[in-house]
């Protein structure tokens, strides 16, 4: 015969939460200054492709493959 598990307490359930959103916080750091540094063009550990002119043709057919 199946028996319910036991209530998680509320601690505990905080405590992942509160876990997850640090996790989440940091990660959205990163990201963040990743996007700043690509920006600036003095990052070195993200490499992707640059085009001085956005509305030239190399970045059009670059978009279209």
């Known amino acids: 015969m199946a028996v319910p ?3 998680t307490s509320k601690s505990k359930t905080k405590s992942r939460q509160s876990y ?3 996790k989440a916080y940091f990660q959205a750091q990163r990201a963040l200054s990743l996007a700043k ?3 600036t063009g ?3 550990s993200f490499l992707f492709p640059t085009f001085p002119d956005l509305q030239s043709e190399d970045f059009k ?3 279209m493959e």
């Open 61 to 63: 057919s670059y978009l």
């Open 37 to 39: 540094s690509s920006l």
């Open 5 to 7: 598990k036991k209530r």
């Open 20 to 22: 997850w959103r640090k």
């Open 42 to 44: 003095k990052s070195k």
